[in-house]
């Protein structure tokens, strides 16, 4: 099974970037979708961005504009480019890859990578 892991995150100031990273122990186009999604204290994991094997992006609306996400099938390695940071932007965030499967939905996670985005 193919394995994700985070790596890029940290602590940056409003206004700042950063440049998560999610690396495959595989090829990541043996997922139909690959997304970011983010958890903070309290609150309900959510997608954040996502991107299809033919390259078709989702953004939720709050980072539309701000959050690229992108993929290098050479490196199996998907982006989430995130600029114009804000303090509600602070969560763990997640790599994730989605495959159907004989009309089976299957998901892979990574372990998370923590940003911080101070005031």
């Known amino acids: 099974q193919v394995q994700l892991v985070e790596s890029g995150g940290g602590l940056v100031q409003a206004g700042g970037s950063l440049r998560l990273s999610c690396a495959a122990s595989?090829?990541?186009?043996?997922?139909?979708?690959m997304g970011w999604y983010r958890q903070a204290p309290g609150k309900q994991r959510e997608l954040v961005a996502s991107?299809?094997?033919?390259?078709?992006?989702y953004y939720k609306d709050s980072v539309k504009g701000r959050f690229t996400i992108s993929r290098d099938n050479a490196k199996n390695t998907v982006y989430l480019q995130m600029n114009s940071l804000k303090p509600e932007d602070t969560a763990v965030y997640y790599c994730?890859?989605?495959?159907?499967?004989?009309?089976?939905?299957?998901?892979?996670w990574g372990q998370g990578t923590q940003v911080t985005v101070s005031s």
């Open positions: 991107i299809s094997s033919g390259g078709t992006t």
């Open positions: 994730n890859g989605a495959l159907m499967q004989r009309g089976s939905l299957i998901v892979t």
């Open positions: 595989g090829s990541i186009n043996s997922f139909n979708a």
